[in-house]
């Protein structure tokens, strides 16, 4: 069992990115995603930094220093993209302009609560950035991370044990093991890894998982295609 790569992590939630939609991306793997978004599909990418029109990482010898992403990375426009005013940007997400928000997250609870900002270590400063802001302010909340910590800790909680970005916020979960729906009644399980049972899933899990009335098994592209 092989668990998924940040870039197939990216792959898979560009997928379910619909036409036309507006999308923020969070510094972490969700900047990744602008790379992986089908190509007969347009999604407009947002980047809080004031970009509007966020496309993929650039190709060797076409970097910009200038044009940086979220997370201070390298990134490209696409045709019609613009820059804009800090400010501007966060009238975006303020006036809620944005169908969905791409974030990174340390914990999930089964209800949607989001914890994103601090672990409360004094080694690592904390950094709300603009996480706060897009929690509300975006129509929707999907989160990419790793499933467990790297103690090996669940990141999917009962209830969220670091300080609260926004509750009750969050719709889907990607990870590295399943994609995961955030549901009134709990939390269902979309599709898994090749590999991956609902049991071992459970294991590093602590709320209730169950299976979606539409479950798929995960078919990512190679860690080299994606």
């Known amino acids: 069992m092989t668990p998924l790569t940040r870039e197939q992590m ?38 809080e930094n004031g970009v509007l029109g966020l496309g993929g990482a650039p190709k060797a010898g076409e970097e910009d220093e200038e044009l940086i992403d979220a997370g201070k990375n390298l990134t490209t426009l696409v045709t019609g993209g613009c820059y804009v005013h800090h400010a501007d940007a966060f009238l975006m997400i303020r006036g809620g302009h944005l169908d969905v928000s791409l974030l990174g997250a340390f914990e999930v609870a089964e209800n949607g609560d989001l914890a994103n900002w601090t672990t409360e270590d004094a080694q690592f400063p904390p950094g709300v950035g603009g996480a706060m802001d897009l929690a509300v302010g975006a129509k929707e909340i999907r989160v990419l991370m790793e499933h467990v910590s790297k103690k090996g800790e669940p990141r999917i909680k009962k209830q969220c044990t670091y300080p609260l970005t926004a509750p009750g916020v969050v719709k889907r979960i990607y990870t590295n093991y399943a994609v995961i729906d955030v549901k009134p009644d709990g939390l269902h399980v979309v599709e898994m890894i090749p590999g991956m049972t609902l049991e071992k899933l459970q294991t590093m899990t602590e709320p209730k998982l169950r299976l979606s009335p539409d479950y798929k098994d995960l078919a990512p592209p190679t860690a080299k295609a994606a």
């Open 10 to 47: 990216a792959w898979r939630a560009a997928q379910d990115l619909p036409e036309g939609a507006y999308v923020n991306l969070g510094i972490g793997i969700p900047t990744l995603t602008a790379g992986y978004v089908p190509r007969d599909r347009e999604v407009i990418f947002h980047s």
